[in-house]
């Protein structure tokens, strides 16, 4: 059960359903609005599968210190409002996509190592690092119901990213520690919200050997950064550790982020690298969520660390 009061869950129907809010919240004067500088004209075809300079967000929200330790983010069906998750706590922080405001919190669990979130419908989905995936619903009553789901996942997988494919209905989990299969990839598993299942068998694998070969064949791409230096360790093992993924509404490509390494991954459906960009460690302290809305509007959030975690908002060209 949620810990809220039937206001709240009468404010949360609205919001999975129609995508509205309340007129009451809390402003906050420091976020701020920065004016989008666009794309390079000069981009070459590679790096025009990015779409975005992710240097320069269109917006910037600091969040409060509540979600210094933000580790997840979703985005409802219309777009307006964003949900949040901390690596600490079981708590659903809904958050004003346009202005960048906290609107609400939400108890679902007991404290825990939440690292994903994600929303379907008319639910919403956690995922722990463990693999465990926590379903959150509504019914008719605004009573709130919650479901757990166990595979053959534990925490030597080390879940840190939740997606959403529509294409397919699944749910895209991104693991950065230890593959069932017990090899050098890093995999991304998926759970069915059609038959609710696991399957135990990745949907991508992501190795060093299929970054080398990117980089050897585009090389404007590999002179923005020593990315050997970055995700291989000092014995050769590959680092790159994927701490996010969505799907582009329009391209249908995999968007994964590393923290380890600051870098996004751009693979196609076949699981074609088709580009890697370097995040600037000044704007993306750490990445830890990213998620698109149906206009192609990309929104990451980086953990405050030591300072002020912040959701940035990179507009989609038109």
């Not at 777009?79 to 690596?87: F, M």
């Not at 994903?116 to 722990?128: A, C, R, S, T």
């Not at 995936?133 to 509504?138: F, G, K, R, S």
Request: hydrophobic content about 35%.
């Amino acid at each position: 059960m949620l810990h809220k009061s039937t206001n709240t869950l009468l404010f949360l129907c609205c919001f999975l359903y129609n995508g509205c809010f309340t007129n009451s919240y809390t402003t906050n004067e420091q976020n701020k609005v920065i004016e989008s500088k666009g794309i390079d004209s000069s981009l070459t075809e590679n790096l025009a599968h990015l779409h975005y300079d992710l240097a320069v967000p269109s917006a910037e929200f600091n969040m409060p210190t509540t979600l210094r330790e933000i580790s997840g983010l979703g985005i409802n069906e219309t777009g307006d409002t964003l949900v949040a998750i901390q690596d600490e706590k079981g708590l659903l922080f809904f958050i004003e996509a346009k202005k960048g405001v906290l609107v609400e919190t939400v108890k679902f669990w007991k404290d825990g190592d939440y690292e994903g979130v994600e929303i379907v419908n008319n639910k919403i989905f956690v995922i722990k690092n463990t693999g465990t995936l926590y379903e959150v619903e509504w019914d008719k009553t605004n009573e709130a119901k919650m479901t757990k789901h166990k595979g053959r996942f534990s925490a030597l997988q080390n879940f840190e990213g939740l997606g959403y494919d529509p294409k397919t209905n699944t749910l895209l989990m991104a693991c950065k520690g230890e593959s069932l299969n017990k090899n050098e990839y890093k995999s991304i598993y998926t759970f069915s919200l059609d038959s609710m299942k696991f399957n135990a068998e990745p949907l991508l694998e992501i190795g060093w050997n299929m970054i080398e070969i990117f980089l050897e064949n585009n090389e404007e791409v590999a002179n923005k950064k020593d990315f050997k230096k970055d995700l291989l360790n000092d014995k050769g093992e590959f680092r790159f550790s994927p701490s996010a993924i969505a799907i582009h509404p329009i391209t249908g490509n995999y968007y994964i982020t590393s923290s380890v390494g600051k870098s996004l991954l751009i693979m196609e459906r076949s699981g074609k690298i088709v580009h890697l960009e370097p995040l600037l460690k000044e704007v993306h302290r750490q990445p830890e969520g990213l998620v698109f809305d149906k206009r192609g509007n990309l929104y990451i959030c980086n953990e405050g660390k030591k300072g002020v975690a912040k959701i940035y908002r990179f507009d989609h060209p038109e």
